[in-house]
């Protein structure tokens, strides 16, 4: 039976007892409007965990002043139904009072990696996100976190907070769960009308044109980002926020690629912003 918990104070005793118990807890952050790609990390928490919650929550923080915070999809019975279905002990479902109370004024500040790729474009995004997931683990006080290749910098950017401020949580981060023809599942593909969501393949099919390049060879990033950019130009609802050639531990962009690098790139679809990265292995 799926327990919903609702305070910061109660999801901590809740953690208390499972970890005195001598129990393992897994945790899986989620905005919700769940999909496949949540819920693989979901049934990888459950393998590996006695207990797993996830939370859900909507984080203002992590929202530009223009962006969608108010229109982002909300679909709470459905997610809670989804959840109790594969066998996920806690739903953590805060208010945002019960997360930012009244005179909130700290914040987790990291330099370096936000200052590429989406924090170039999404300016105060990853202030949002390292608070709230650090808020999230002293409430839900996980041995074990999970995460989504699907959002590559987020995940590099926990790990080393992680790291940085010596919380003793694994960071797992897990493969992009993808629709059957391609495309990146995103709670904010149910933004896509009509033509849009056959137009929005454009990354997928981008990212493979450059894997094909670079299996043939091509170790140039400056070509590989022509190719990319050629295949997406081609579609009139397409508009480019950036694509980048970085490497995968610094997130620096790199010219000439040797044993690895990460493809990244934010394209807009309409007014869709979607995101999508492979990695190159030579
Ligand atoms: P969100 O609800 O968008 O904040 O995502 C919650 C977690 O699910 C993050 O760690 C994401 O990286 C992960 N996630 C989202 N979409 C996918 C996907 N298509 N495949 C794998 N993980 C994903």
Redesign the pocket.
Known sequence: MLKVIRTVAEMQRYADAVRSGGRTLGFV????AL?E??L??VQRACRENNVVVVSLFVNPLQFGPKEDFKAYPRSFKRDRQLLEDRGVDVLFFPSRAAMYSKGFCTYVLQEGLTATLCGRSRPTHFQGVTTVVAKLFHAVKPHRSY?????AQ??MVIKRMVKDLNMDIRVAV?????EADGL????RNAYLKGKERQDALCLVNSLRKAEGLFKRGERSSRKILAAIRQVIRRVPSARIDYVSVVDPQTLQPVSIIGKKALVALAVFVGKVRLIDNTILRG
Not at 147 to 151: A, P, R, S, T, Y
Not at 174 to 178: E, K, S
Not at 184 to 187: K, Q, V
């Open positions: 952050p989620t905005m919700g999909h790609g949540h693989s990390l995460f989504g290749q699907k959002d987020q995940a897990l493969p992009i769960v993808r990146a599942m995103s709670s």
